[in-house]
């Protein structure tokens, strides 16, 4: 089975076991390449929880806009793209985890932690998979 395949099939299997968040704003960071899969994938989940979904595909600054990978986004590029000190990301941020290494840090040295900070009060989730994530939120 193919990771894109997987993905969607993860997402199929936990919805039903997300919690109602009426009102709750979810913000989904990801690469270009994704950003079209994960878009109906996100009505379906406000649909689902009441919350209200924005999904944020980021442009690849660091590499180039050819990179549309989310595995090899910068920290700093999502942080552009959601301005964060400037723009309120929502309650929750879900960032996709493959973009962080084992010392939780972007490819471009940023750490998870400066992330966090930046977004807060939002809460700031590293995540493979966007329904499972919220399960445990």
Same mark, same amino acid.
């Given at each position: 089975m193919g990771a894109v395949r997987s993905f +969607?099939?993860?997402f199929d299997e936990n919805l039903p076991s997300v919690p109602h968040m009426p009102g709750r704003r979810v913000t989904m960071v990801t690469g270009e390449r994704m950003g079209q899969v994960i878009a109906p994938l996100a009505e379906r989940l406000g649909q689902a929880t009441g919350c209200v979904v924005r999904?944020?595909?980021v442009r690849n600054e660091y590499f180039g806009a050819?990179?549309?990978t989310a595995g090899l986004l910068a920290g700093m590029d999502m942080l552009d793209a959601l301005e964060a000190?400037?723009?309120d990301a929502g309650d929750?941020? +879900?960032i996709p985890a493959e973009s962080l290494n084992d010392d939780m840090r972007f490819i471009d040295d940023v750490?998870?932690?400066d992330v966090v900070t930046a977004l807060a009060p939002a809460r700031v989730i590293a995540a493979h998979e966007i329904a499972s994530a +919220?399960?445990?939120q």
């Open positions: +969607l099939n993860g999904t944020v595909p050819t990179v549309t000190g400037t723009r929750v941020v +879900l750490a998870f932690d +919220l399960v445990m």
